[in-house]
């Protein structure tokens, strides 16, 4: 979702382009992600970013621009607490079960899950503060209105 949303918010009005590149890039990303798992794996996070990256390219159209950077912190924070969650009740079950996985698979799947949305989070962040400086400034200027004597 959070695919489809940044890419929407440059590509405003060209709902359709920013669908299909959001499809394409989730794809991707899908793949790499899951393919550590298993074919099932791969399957199930291939069809949940198709729906994901729709969805987010539809609400980057609809939501005005200065709600975007808080609703791209509020969404990336959901995910990462989502998926911490998820590896977690993973490495649990690994535990539990005595199975061993390979650390560079680990380490390739959890650096695109987390990084990924710790560096939009940062992004969002920046571009809400410039967002905000921008319109302070705009609010600070004097306005002089003729008055009567």
């Known amino acids: 979702m959070i695919i489809g949303l940044v890419l929407a918010i440059p590509l405003q009005g060209q709902l ?15 793949f790499f992600i ?47 607490l989502s998926v911490t969650s998820l590896i977690l009740l993973i490495h649990r079950e690994t535990a539990k079960n005595n199975l061993q996985t390979t650390g560079k698979q680990r380490s390739y799947s959890f650096l695109l899950t987390m990084a990924i949305p710790i560096v939009l989070i940062g992004m969002a962040t920046l571009l809400d503060i410039k967002h905000t400086e921008s319109n302070q400034d705009m609010n600070n200027h004097d306005q002089h209105h003729m008055m009567k004597e």
């Open 16 to 30: 359709a382009v920013s669908t299909v590149l959001a499809i394409l890039i989730s794809i991707l990303i899908a």
């Open 34 to 80: 899951g393919q550590p798992f298993g074919a099932l794996a791969v399957i199930e996070a291939l069809s949940a970013s198709l729906m994901g990256s729709m969805m987010g390219a539809m609400l980057g159209e609809m939501v005005p621009v200065s709600h975007i950077p808080l609703l791209m912190i509020s969404m990336d924070v959901i995910y990462l």
